[in-house]
Nanobody, 131 residues
């Protein structure tokens, strides 16, 4: 079965950290640029961070720059999102998506299109930041 599976979400206090994982099943993730997106209640989905196939290029939304770090381990077929200094405004469902090379040209373009029909989408993982 070809799918992306997110994990690592949960409840954390403000200032805390979480690491999200996005693991591909049934296909090789290193053929795809990968992005993390999030949707808060009552808000539109937005791009959080995106990474190129080889990890050389990354893009971050301004609201998370300096706090979140995206990385990938292609040997494990997994992309990570390390989230530090979490704020209540980071509360959302976090989704990962994988984009083939013919879909978007740059990681900036991928992150700017949160509702695009990428090759694969995960089911999402809930992140709640609250005291």
């Amino acid at each position: 079965q070809l799918q992306l599976v997110e994990s690592g979400g949960g409840l954390v206090q403000p200032g805390g950290s979480l690491r999200l994982s996005c693991t591909a099943s049934g296909f090789t993730l290193d053929s795809y640029a990968t992005g993390w997106f999030r949707q808060a209640p009552g808000k539109e989905r937005e791009g959080v961070s995106c990474i190129s196939r080889n990890g050389a290029n990354t893009h971050y939304a301004g609201s998370v720059k300096g706090r979140f770090t995206i990385s990938r381990d292609n040997a494990k077929n997994t992309v990570y999102l390390q989230m530090n200094s979490l704020e209540p405004e980071d509360t959302a469902i976090y989704y990962c998506a994988a984009s083939g090379p013919l879909t978007v040209a740059t990681v900036q373009a991928m992150c700017s299109r949160p509702d695009y029909d990428y090759d694969y989408w995960g089911q999402g993982t809930q992140v709640t930041v609250s005291s």
